[in-house]
């Protein structure tokens, strides 16, 4: 979502005549897309603005848009006094105006809805991969994340909308299509003819799109995963076999706690009905350990789920307590050191998987999809339908397209490959 608005605000400023630089020193304005889903991502938001009003020009305009100025607000201007603007994820569409008006301090946090979507002009070149937001906000209210409060209820954009974003995606460049939302399955819109459309629905007339050649989404919750979309695993070639399905904890008292209620056979359930619609398909996960009053076993719970399911490419989180959260007001915080032990060896378990699954590849020829070049310019870097990083030996075309790779060699972080045609 923070690649989506990172790319709409660099377009309304270019569409305004401005550059981009990599430069601090360079740069007229300087913008901090922000993330506040733990505290290490909102720290390192103030220890880079205070770098940047070091480095920047005396008059360059900065300031910080996202969920760290949702979360802060006014007192963001009063930790760094030389900020200009602060604005939410629904209000960075306002950016403009303090190019108009460069005196002002521009405060918007607001919750505006889909306001944005409407305000926002279409990007000229779509990039290959097209993130497309459906839905924004969140109802879930899982007890530790402040996503609800920073981007607020859940609304899903008309369905019309979409389709249009995601026919002008295709007709300037775009290869594949990435459905967003933070909870994307949930996505629900009905017409003003009562009609009602679901992700199923997106995703089938999406893949009418002969341009569009791979599609998926991000990010799923557990219970939303209706027979509907199941069954466009089995039907629909373009959707990719890979699905993040977050379950956060192994442990069914954690995840009441965690206000998650769903039973871990339904989970599983869920997975198995995934792998019969589609046998080639990869999950993954994101984790927290640590959440308030886990205990070693409850651990050992997410330990045994992670080697039931076998993710690939998880994330792994210490909980982190969160401002406007009920989680960070539990008792039983568990101390830095046993979230640090736990941490240390779920990652260890799950990068064993990771490296499992990439060498498993070895042998396999996949479509996979041109993302660029290496550091050292000498190597093409491609995804595959797994979201995994292939390097492959042969310079090639550098301009998206889809290749057929062979995969050579792995290991736990990339897969090397031989491109076939
Ligand atoms: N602490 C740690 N991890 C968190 N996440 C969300 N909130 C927190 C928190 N307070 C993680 C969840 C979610 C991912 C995007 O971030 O695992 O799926
Ligand atoms: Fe946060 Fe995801 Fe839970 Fe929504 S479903 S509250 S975004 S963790």
Redesign the pocket.
């Known amino acids: 979502m923070n690649v989506y608005d990172g790319q709409r605000i660099a377009g309304m400023l270019t569409s305004r005549g401005m550059k981009q630089t990599d430069k601090v020193s360079e740069a007229d304005i300087i913008i901090l897309n922000t993330c506040a ?3 290490k991502a909102t720290d390192k938001v103030f220890s880079a603005l205070g770098r940047i009003r070091n480095e920047k020009k005396p008059d360059a305009l900065f300031g910080i848009v996202g969920c760290v100025a949702r979360e802060s607000g006014a007192d963001a201007f009063r930790r760094i006094p030389e900020l200009n603007f602060v604005l939410g994820p629904q209000s960075y569409h306002k950016l403009p105006e303090i190019l108009e008006n460069p005196d002002i301090k521009l405060l918007n946090i607001d919750l505006g809805g889909l306001e944005k979507f409407d305000e926002l002009p279409q990007l000229e070149k779509s990039p290959a991969v097209a993130y497309i937001p459906i839905q924004e906000g969140c109802n879930h209210c ?1 007890t ?4 609800p409060y920073t981007r607020g209820r859940e609304l899903s954009r008309p369905f019309n909308d979409i389709i249009k974003d995601t026919i002008h995606a295709a007709n300037t460049g775009a290869i594949e299509i990435c459905f967003l939302g933070q909870n994307v399955n949930g996505y629900k819109y009905t017409d003003q003819e009562g009609k009602t459309y679901r992700l199923s629905d997106l995703i089938r007339e999406a893949a009418k799109l002969n341009a569009i050649q791979r599609i998926r989404f991000t ?1 799923s919750y557990p219970t939303e995963m209706t027979n509907d979309l199941i069954d466009m695993f089995r039907t629909e070639t373009k959707l990719l076999p890979f699905l993040n399905l ?1 379950i ?1 904890s192994g442990s069914q008292n954690v995840l009441t706690r965690m206000n998650r209620p769903y039973s871990l056979d339904l989970y599983i359930d869920i997975v198995n009905k995934l792998k019969s619609a589609r046998p080639d398909i990869q999950i993954s996960s ?3 350990v640590g959440f308030p009053g886990e205990t070693d076993s409850d651990f050992e719970q997410t330990m045994e789920i992670a080697k039931r399911v076998k993710y690939i490419n998880s ?8 401002p406007h ?1 009920a ?2 007001l539990m008792p039983d915080q568990i101390p830095e050191s046993i979230k640090s032990a736990r941490l240390a060896k779920l990652d260890a378990y799950l990068n064993d998987l990771q490296r499992e699954f990439n060498t498993s590849c070895i042998g396999k020829i996949m479509p996979c999809l041109y993302e660029g070049v290496d550091k050292t310019g000498r190597h093409l870097v491609y995804r595959t339908p797994y979201m995994q990083q292939c390097i492959t030996d042969t310079v090639g075309e550098a301009i998206p397209h889809l290749a057929q790779i062979e995969i050579t060699d792995a290991n736990k972080a990339s897969l090397r490959g031989k491109i076939i045609k």
């Open positions: 889903v733990r505290a899982c530790y994340c402040i996503v990010s977050p956060q994101d984790f927290i994330y792994s989180f210490k909980y982190s307590p969160r959260t989680a960070a």
